[in-house]
């Protein structure tokens, strides 16, 4: 059973189309990235995907058991988020915010969580640093592992390698790999390097205001699309 499926999606801001036509579907363990131009639909696809903006038309449905309130997202950071006055531990925590219900206090099951999901990430020995004195690539570890605290099934995430250096860029896409391959957790990851993409993807969906393609990476590789939107070079 597909653990995402959309259906005929189109989304519109103010009576204006940014999106539309798309249909695909995921199994529990498939790895998308979603690729296309600035300003082709990327981003508004992943707020659909949340729930933080209700589609113009078509139909998004989960299966495996999956809650819309059960999945991790890691969006773009703003200077603002990287500013954030708290610690990691503190960051790492909130991901356990939607399973709070009506508690008041995170429970000694969320705290766990929380440290194992560290452990995994390699952040364990900082968590008593303040998030906004760390390198870009320690906060987005950070941030991985608090979507991890959110999340069994489905990881959304935007643009995670945005401002890392080469190190920290090749780190971040095998943590992402290993949660996938190791965990069987879905990741939609929204990207520009459409060679890393490709690299570790098992699907692609290339947005440009509508779904100019859905397959595997495998596919998308071979496709004139793929060599058109990287000017002629071949992946």
């Known amino acids: 059973m597909a653990i995402l499926t959309c259906e005929d999606l189109s989304f519109a801001y103010e009576g204006r189309s940014v999106l539309e036509s798309v249909s695909f579907s995921l199994e529990a363990g498939s790895y998308l990235c979603v690729v296309g131009e600035n300003g082709s639909g990327k981003s508004t696809l992943i707020k659909g995907l949340l729930g933080l903006k209700a589609p113009d038309g078509g139909k998004i449905s989960f299966g495996e058991g999956l809650k819309s309130t059960e999945i991790g997202y890691l969006p773009q950071q703003t200077q603002l988020q990287r500013d954030f006055p708290a610690s990691v531990n503190e960051v790492v925590l909130s991901g356990c915010l939607n399973s709070l219900g009506r508690r008041l206090h995170y429970s000694k099951a969320d705290r766990l969580r929380a440290r194992e999901n560290m452990e995994r990430m390699g952040i364990e020995d900082i968590g008593e640093e303040s998030y906004q004195a760390l390198s870009g690539g320690q906060q987005q570890r950070v941030l991985l592992a608090r979507a991890l605290c959110a999340t069994k099934k489905l990881l959304l995430l935007d ?77």
Do not use: W
């Not at 945005?162 to 780190?171: C, K, N, R, S, V």
């Not at 290993?178 to 690299?199: F, G, K, P, Q």
């Not at 393609?213 to 590789?221: M, R």
């Open 159 to 235: 643009e995670p390698v945005t401002g890392l250096d080469p190190i920290a860029t090749g780190e971040m896409y095998n943590l992402i790999k290993l949660v996938n391959l190791c965990d069987n957790i879905t990741v939609i990851m929204v990207s520009h390097d459409i060679h890393e993409a490709v690299r570790y993807a098992t699907h692609i969906l290339h947005l440009g205001h509508k779904q100019l393609f859905f397959g595997t990476a495998a596919a998308y590789k071979e496709s004139d699309l793929a060599r058109r939107f990287l000017g002629g070079n071949r992946i």
